[in-house]
Every structure is written in structure tokens, then in C-alpha cells.
């Protein structure tokens, strides 16, 4: 009876090595998935009127950028400039250096993974956006959220766009398809170069899939 038993197991066990796709059923997500876990930090720019952020911004391009030959007259601009940001109980100074820290949150925000994703088998519903082709097919493409995304509209940032690998290839018969794809999700920075009607341009990606399957979205 040991035996029989022990026999089953092994073959169960073998069958679940032969067929991966049975031993793990892949976890079903959405985009919103794919964003890190929010941090909270304090952004003093989204409280300011739009005539201080036009008056910071010139500010910064003759103290900071120097972008502006400088001169007596250009001296004088942002003399007054400061003074009036000054009166309006506002620290320049202070706000250029939270400037570097804002920005770099949303750096993050738009570059980091999220951990809880990685290294699990996925299925993710996108519109493919091809890279590379054989015999009509796509091996290499971008899965982005919408319509339009890269060639009509900027890029989604970097972690809402997928870089995708499908060995076998998906017929691509319009320049966007809806498609799922199913794979194991990993964290790999990638910078890829995207034809467009215009020209080229360089699209960054967050995450990686070795795609085991690419069906048709229905």
C-alpha cells in the first residue's frame, strides 16, 4: 500500500515538474498592482498659487540653472524676485532644496517595483506594443495600460509599462492588441528603442516578463 502510494506521489510530482502551468496557478492583477507602496512626504509646491510657482521657477533659472546670462538687469530681476517671495512669508532657499527631495519621490514613484509582485507567476491584461518580430510575430514587446500609450501620448512611467519576452511569438495583426500575458514578474531596468512615425525614441521599463502564454483579451 506504502508503495503504491509513494508511486502516485512521484508521478503527481512529475506531472507538476512536466507542467508548470498546473503547479502554479498564476496570480490574476491589475496596473494599479504594479505601484510601490505609497510614502508619504510633504510637497510645499502643491500649496503654492501659480504666480509663486512662475516666480520660483524664474528664480531658479538665474540663481540656480544659470540659464540666464547674467547681467546688472538679471542681478536686479531676481533681487526682486526673492524679495517678493520673501514678503510673502515664503523661504526660497528652502523650497529649492525640497525641490531636489520632491523630486526624487517621484522618481521613485514612478521607477521602484513592488516587492510583493516579484517572483510570482502573474496574469496581467494589457495592449501589446511590439519590439521585435519574426515571421509576423512578436517576441519582444511592451505591455502597456492603454491606447495610444508611447506613440500617441507620452509613455505611462516606467513602472506601469511591462517589458515582455515570448519565445514562441504572438501574431500581431494591428499595431495594438489587447492580450493577457502569464509569466513570472521580476524587477529588470530596461531601456528599449521604440520606432515611431516621427523617429525613434527610448522607452524605460521597470518590470520583466518571460512570458509562458499570450491569449487574446476577452
Known amino acids: 500500500m506504502m508503495k503504491t502510494l ?4 512521484a508521478a503527481i510530482l512529475a506531472f507538476s ?20 507602496e505609497e510614502r508619504p512626504y510633504h510637497d510645499p509646491f502643491a500649496e503654492l498659487e501659480y504666480s509663486q510657482l512662475l516666480d520660483l521657477v524664474e528664480l531658479y533659472r538665474i540663481e540656480v540653472l544659470k540659464t540666464v546670462e547674467e547681467n546688472d ?38 521607477t521602484e517595483p513592488n516587492p510583493e509582485l516579484l517572483g510570482k507567476t502573474v496574469r496581467l491584461p494589457g495592449y501589446l506594443l511590439p519590439l521585435e518580430m519574426i515571421d509576423q510575430k512578436a517576441v519582444e514587446f511592451l505591455l502597456v495600460p492603454t491606447v495610444g500609450a508611447c506613440i500617441h501620448t507620452p509613455p505611462p512611467p516606467p513602472n506601469q509599462m511591462v517589458f515582455v519576452r515570448y519565445d514562441q511569438g504572438f501574431d500581431v495583426d494591428e499595431l495594438y492588441k489587447p492580450v493577457w500575458i502569464s509569466g513570472e514578474m521580476r524587477a529588470e531596468n530596461q531601456t528599449n528603442e521604440l520606432s515611431l512615425v516621427d523617429g525613434q525614441a527610448d522607452i524605460e521599463t521597470t518590470y520583466f516578463v518571460q512570458a509562458v502564454s499570450v491569449d487574446i483579451y476577452k
Open 6 to 9: 509513494s508511486t502516485v506521489l
Open 17 to 36: 515538474v512536466a507542467h508548470p502551468g498546473w503547479a502554479i496557478e498564476p496570480l490574476e492583477i491589475t496596473w494599479v498592482d504594479l505601484l510601490p
Open 73 to 110: 538687469e538679471t542681478r536686479a530681476m531676481a533681487l526682486e524676485i526673492r524679495e517678493s517671495l520673501v514678503s510673502q512669508g515664503l523661504d526660497p532657499d528652502q523650497l529649492f532644496k525640497q525641490r531636489d527631495i520632491v523630486m526624487n519621490q517621484r522618481k521613485l514613484e514612478a
